[in-house]
């Protein structure tokens, strides 16, 4: 009789066990199944580590350093983030104002352009950088390179 009771009590705690594992199992399975189904990663979920690195990305690809008038709030509307994130960010990341850093980057896309071999004039290659007109650029380029888009032509054909 013992023995019968002892073997009962091991059925139930065995299954009892089994029950409470099953029900882990289910709710494991429901959380991981949800989880699938969340929504897309959008702006605001960047980090603020890697947002500075995300807004090179979009400024690059969407070429937005073309626009010669663009301000930061124009520039954060596109991004789809605050003013002020987008000005902390690249603060942070860069020890720049957001008008700088686009400065930095059309100047940027005009030595890429005086590099390659086309005939381009000045005047198309300040406007396809993004700057509002050839003093502007002139002045920048000069500024920021030691020399003038000329200068720093001729010296990378010669080194070509």
């Known amino acids: 009789m013992i023995f019968i009771v002892i073997v009962i009590l091991l059925i139930v705690a065995v299954l009892a066990s089994f029950g409470i594992s099953f029900y882990m199992?289910?709710?494991?399975?429901?959380?991981?199944?949800?989880?699938?189904?969340?929504?897309?990663?959008?702006?605001?979920?960047?980090?603020?580590?890697?947002?500075s690195s995300w807004i090179d990305d979009e400024i690059a690809a969407r070429k937005l350093y073309r626009k010669p008038?663009?301000?930061?709030?124009?520039?954060?509307?596109?991004?789809?983030?605050?003013?002020?994130?987008?000005k902390r960010a690249i603060n942070?990341?860069?020890?720049?104002?957001?008008s700088d850093y686009l400065d930095d980057r059309r100047i940027q896309a005009a030595c890429r352009l005086l590099r390659e071999p086309s005939e381009?004039?000045?005047?198309?290659?300040?406007h396809e950088?993004?700057?509002?007109?050839?003093?502007?650029?002139?002045?920048?380029?000069k500024s920021a390179m030691g020399q003038t888009p000329g200068q720093y032509r001729n010296m990378t054909r010669r080194q070509n």
């Open 25 to 51: 199992f289910l709710k494991d399975h429901q959380r991981a199944k949800a989880a699938t189904f969340e929504r897309p990663l959008t702006v605001p979920d960047i980090p603020s580590y890697q947002l």
């Open 69 to 86: 008038d663009i301000s930061a709030a124009e520039l954060a509307a596109e991004l789809g983030i605050s003013e002020r994130r987008l």
């Open 92 to 98: 942070n990341a860069y020890n720049k104002t957001v």
């Open 120 to 126: 381009m004039t000045p005047d198309k290659i300040s």
């Open 129 to 141: 950088s993004g700057f509002a007109s050839q003093a502007a650029f002139h002045a920048a380029f």
